[in-house]
């Protein structure tokens, strides 16, 4: 029988996951979907396969016929909703972030451990990009050597008015700490911040971050959230013999008007739909296997603390160390 | 519910077929396969979710939990299996070619407007390639103009040794025969093929051909199927003020000894991977909505007729008009 | 002592020819100029360096200082031009057509055999461009095994209005018989040709050639001559295991506007400014060295009784013979 | 009349230099050439058209039929000829670094600024390379907007055993330091350097740095010196609405062996060999017209001071600003 999914938030990313389960993923079906705004839950609802509504999330993680569940509602919600889904011992997919503080992820991953079951995944998509995936199965593969560096660039078309410099290190470059982490199999000990002048952007912005791992690999991650031209997601693993990046993922290219050319994504839906589909099956699949995958709570807790010493770099404008908590066996090696 | 499919042929395409719709298919369950070698077909079910056994593709036809079939048996089988689930009222998407001969695809054509109810799929897989899709979505915002000519290229890594030149054109050419006329939206009315010297490949594995629409658009394929270097398939749709073509699809670049470069497919399956999850998809969700989608029975015999008429000019080197039946009102259009 | 070269002709090709000579290549200057319109010679003389003005190609040919000659005038003068400076014993570059029929070309061959000195070179430029002796290189380091077919495009952005289905071939398929010929190694024994409706365009702006070269390879070459986006010339050789592809030359990448781009070139004069230089001075070089090198008055014929039977396949609709003179040992191999 | 340049130095820059002034320079010839090695001087010679040989540079500089000095000799021996040629009023393009240090670049400064004549140029050739002349273009016609950030990757295949982290930063990044100042037309007035540990590979010869411009603009320079698959250099300079970036330079793609292929260049020479021959031109072109061009003596002691600063800030691991002394009217804006 396919699993029953439940999803919580019924806005751009709850829509967009009800849409994706309800068309493209094997294995599930929709069964319910919480929001408090009724009227877009309903509409929602009648692109995805009809689900039960809640207007709370508490309400749906108890539904008897929900047995995952996937939180995308806002982020001050979210560790409330997870700890939920522990109590009532259901798998959870949830939108990063985890919990608002470094701290009250930790107390996530203490409950986990305390159940002693992988129930939690953090929705880091970019695990599931195609060109992600590329990457990492090159240096497995030994293709560039071992890592020196990673060259990253992350690019909005433009960021709603009550961005400012802390959330583009909080929001934004959080997906590459969490990718580099992965793909790097290391972690991050220190990190430098450089902000850019404020003339003509949101406050912040233009952000350029360097951050250092235990092994000795540089990673930089240039920031501009107001490119304009479109959403663009670059990313360089260089090794000691050659290197790896991201390929522009246009199906097809144009000439005209003097120009040949392929088209940028305008957002990162668009830029990451095959992300999406695939973190989403993956995760179907591996709680009918029993077998976690994705990001942990553990990985959650690192992105978030990473993150923390970013927004301290950009205070002090110095290079700033990260202090982890250890790892806890259960997250293994 | 899920719809219920049934295969027939636990094959190369019939086993990927099977893993596809039981793993990243949604609304669709795989509850039947048919095949004459048993050792194969276990095999196959073992990795698709465990689906009955047949020895037959009629018994599999006629099984009522099947509620739709795909036939993926040796091209000999086609024709009766389609009949067969015209017979038995069941959606059928079979592989290429729908019948032996264009007299034979006529024939289906006829049985199915005499049942009045769009019942037959033949899989021409490309339209349903992200990439060919995006070609006709630019030709139809206007992006290019009108079309003047399209030009193709196909090439193998090899083909069995039992390959000749008149397999050549039925079996691949006849896959840009059919997404020609769906992108353009034009019928073929004269083809002049030109075969290349023998010496050191397979005979005929060398072609090019020069198709002419109603309309007076060009359209050259240049096969070669003895390649060698890695499975390639190209388009370049030429408009009056512009051209789309298909973009190289690999997810990252490498750079290594010297050479900055992106891998090609080693052969079809895994080039148009994500053109046959579309296919089955959309099928699926045809079969679900009541709307048929996908080439046509008539599309099939139109495939059929067009490669006879290049087979035809291969064999006497000069220019051959395609003279094709009226088409049915039945087919639209 | 540098080489004192004389031009005739101050049109666009002239003018060009003048500027390069006087700004880009070592060991030449330009001493004389021939033009019936003295205000345009007077224009390019100003701009190259204050050469001598006369207002006739012979006038020219005969002028002391000039020691070769660069023939750039309108097509109807070569003929006459290119026997004078045989007469003057005086190397000559001159434009393509040698001559206005393959006749004419023929009487020119036998005047410079007779004469048994190699002075002549015709101005087939993309001999010298970077791309195409990229490819020519490729081939001869057997990456991409023995030949197999050639496939080539030639779009122009737009052509005068005088332009006809014939001048296509003569004028703008003659540059791709040429460079085939010399990056093969090969003859041309046959042509075929598709004409496309001439709805919109100019009568035959839109043509498709498939030759065949004497060691069977299939070379086609459509032509578009209005294509409206840009200027547009691409090749791919393809042999037994591999492709090369001449490939965009930009040297910067923009993205702006939702797209990721390069910049066409406008016309020939900017695409092919490379080749163009490297063929003047490969040129100057050769006439100081005493070695003759790029297109030959034989390759001129070659290129015009080529292009002739493109013609009559255009007129005839059918595959025509090449029916060429036997070459005479003079012009080697 | 053409220009007598002499070149000091028969060494790799001094050999190619001699090969392109006698090849490929319009308006030039090569009269004098110097190197204290006889023999590797008379080898350049013979490939070079038989300039007079002299053993040292000073009597070159003396020698009346020198015009022009080019001086590509050990970097211990630059400041003496530049002055030596400012001593004896003659133009000289000198290879960087102008003078060992950044006060002796002062000195040489203040000697051209008494004099009271420009006749010095330094040979950052990038500032002549057509991908880095299509980004200022496209900056100065307003295609992407005010800069944000710039992006550059500077990869060599290899390094001679006695580069140390210093030489990185004297030696390969003050290219970017001057490419930089003079795309941005901006002054860097803080770095900060990241140097990853050395386990394989020399000592420093993976670096980071960050510069930061009067403006704000953030550059950033990844530098690897022993990657091995060959030499690579990038640039992206990003604006407020949109980026342009270098492009790979390859005539000619490659289909072979299961990839889709550019050649990457081996070394420097091959990458800037259109730059070098662009640089000799443009400098022989402004002292025949008398206008100076190219990179001044005051750019050879901004890129030496800015240069300077990145070593401090490699020994301290912080952020160093940069002094810069006063810039005399003298030079302009």
């Given amino acids: 029988m396919s699993l029953g999914i439940g999803i919580v938030g019924a806005g751009v990313m709850g829509g967009d996951h009800a849409r994706t389960l309800s068309r493209s993923v094997h294995g599930a079906r929709l069964v319910a979907l919480a929001d408090a705004d009724r009227e877009r839950a309903a509409a929602v609802a009648a692109e995805a396969g009809g689900p039960r509504l809640h207007a709370e999330g508490r309400a749906l993680v108890e539904d008897p016929q929900v047995e995952a569940v996937l939180v995308a509602s806002p982020d001050a919600t979210h560790q409330e909703l ?3 889904c522990l109590a ?47 990457m990492r199965a090159a240096l497995a593969e ?22 400012d410099a802390g959330i583009v290190v909080t929001n934004s470059a959080v997906h ?39 092994r000795g690999v540089l990673v930089d991650v240039a920031l501009f959230l107001n490119a304009r031209y479109g959403y663009d997601v670059r990313a360089e693993l260089v090794g000691e013999t050659g290197t790896v990046a991201l390929r522009p993922q246009a199906p097809a290219e144009l000439r005209q008007a003097g120009l040949q050319a392929i088209g940028l994504a305008p957002d990162w839906r668009a830029h990451f739909a095959a992300a999406y589909v695939n973190q989403l099956q993956a995760w179907v699949d591996a709680i009918r296997r029993g077998t976690p995958t994705g990001a942990s709570a553990w990985d959650g807790y690192v992105a978030s603390a990473t993150a923390d010493a970013g927004l301290e770099a950009l205070r002090t404008g110095g290079r700033t160390a990260i202090a982890l908590q250890p790892r806890p066996a259960f997250y293994g090696g």
């Avoid at 608002?100 to 599931?128: H, N, S, W, Y």
């Avoid at 071992?146 to 690019?155: E, R």
Wanted: net charge neutral; glycine share 10%.
């Fill in 88 to 134: 009532a011992g259901k798998p959870v997919l949830c939108e990063k972030p985890l919990a608002p503080t470094a701290a009250a992820c930790l107390d996530i991953v203490a409950a986990e451990v305390k159940l002693g079951r992988r129930l939690i995944q953090v929705g880091f998509m970019r695990r599931f990009d195609p060109g992600y995936v590329a």
């Fill in 82 to 84: 997870v700890l939920a």
């Fill in 176 to 214: 590459e700490i969490d990718v580099a982490r992965w793909l790097l199999d290391d972690e991050f000990v220190a990190v430098s911040a450089f902000l850019r002048g404020t003339d003509g952007g949101a406050p912040g912005d233009r952000q350029f971050l360097v951050l250092e791992t235990r």
């Fill in 142 to 163: 030994g293709r560039i050597g071992a890592p020196v560096m990673m060259h990253c660039l992350h690019h909005n078309a433009g960021v709603p008015p009550w961005f």
